[in-house]
T-cell receptor, first 114, second 115 residues
Framework: GENVEQHPSTLSVQEGDSAVIKCTYSDSASNYFPWYKQELGKGPQLIIDIRSNVGEKKDQRIAVTLNKTAKHFSLHITETQPEDSAVYFCAASRTSGGYQKVTFGTGTKLQVIP | EAGVAQSPRYKIIEKRQSVAFWCNPISGHATLYWYQQILGQGPKLLIQFQNNGVVDDSQLPKDRFSAERLKGVDSTLKIQPAKLEDSAVYLC?????????????FGPGTRLTVT
């Protein structure tokens, strides 16, 4: 089955700096790569996603890049703010039998220091 | 629109007891997921429903866990009997899975402590 590795497990940055989180996946059939943000006591919430036919996607301070050949994708957060502090999960998803089969990474705890 | 509802939010039980969790997905979402999230780890899929049919339960410990989705809407997840290692947050999510959007919408989760 799919295996998603995520690094680093913890990341501390100064407010205003950039943060980068990297993930690798094993299943070359994966075609959808979402990123979720989980705040304390809440369920994960989608912040950005990318499909396999796109190499890069940006939404304000957040961007995701995908390298299908190397089977890795990354989340970039620029101009970090204290409210960006949370746990971030990457995921890789493939179409199987008419539905999406999703595997999550292990998470990165991001701390933005004011 | 209303989000995914889960209850209870917290539950403490002793090992070998049984427990049930309830989930009400977003209206119209065909796909419903139950995840187990152990502290410090990512969500692990337990079971996935498409309408009221199971499409993936490969990681569900079927000797103690069971789940059903009534009339393709609400769902319950049951653990009987519970073990210490079942202590985790149980997340329910739903998705329209239209081909346009694969986004999963998560509920707040139920934190289970088994003593």
């Amino acid at each position: 089955g799919e295996n998603v590795e995520q690094h680093p497990s913890t990341l501390s940055v100064q407010e205003g700096d950039s943060a980068v989180i990297k993930c690798t996946y094993s299943d070359s059939a994966s075609n959808y790569f979402p990123w979720y943000k989980q705040e304390l006591g809440k369920g994960p919430q989608l912040i950005i996603d990318i499909r396999s036919n796109v190499g890069e996607k940006k939404d304000q301070r957040i961007a995701v890049t995908l390298n299908k050949t190397a089977k890795h994708f990354s989340l970039h957060i620029t101009e970090t703010q204290p409210e960006d502090s949370a746990v971030y999960f990457c995921a890789a998803s493939r179409t199987s039998g008419g539905y999406q089969k999703v595997t999550f990474g292990t998470g990165t705890k991001l701390q933005v220091i004011p | 629109e209303a989000g995914v509802a889960q209850s209870p939010r917290y539950k403490i039980i002793e090992k070998r007891q049984s427990v049930a969790f309830w989930c009400n997905p977003i209206s119209g979402h065909a796909t419903l997921y139950w995840y187990q999230q152990i502290l410090g780890q990512g969500p692990k899929l337990l079971i996935q429903f498409q309408n009221n049919g199971v499409v993936d339960d490969s990681q569900l410990p079927k000797d103690r866990f069971s789940a059903e989705r009534l009339k393709g809407v609400d769902s319950t997840l049951k653990i009987q009997p519970a073990k210490l290692e079942d202590s985790a947050v149980y997340l329910c999510a739903s998705s329209p899975q239209t081909g346009v959007s694969y986004e999963q919408y998560f509920g707040p989760g139920t934190r289970l402590t088994v003593t």
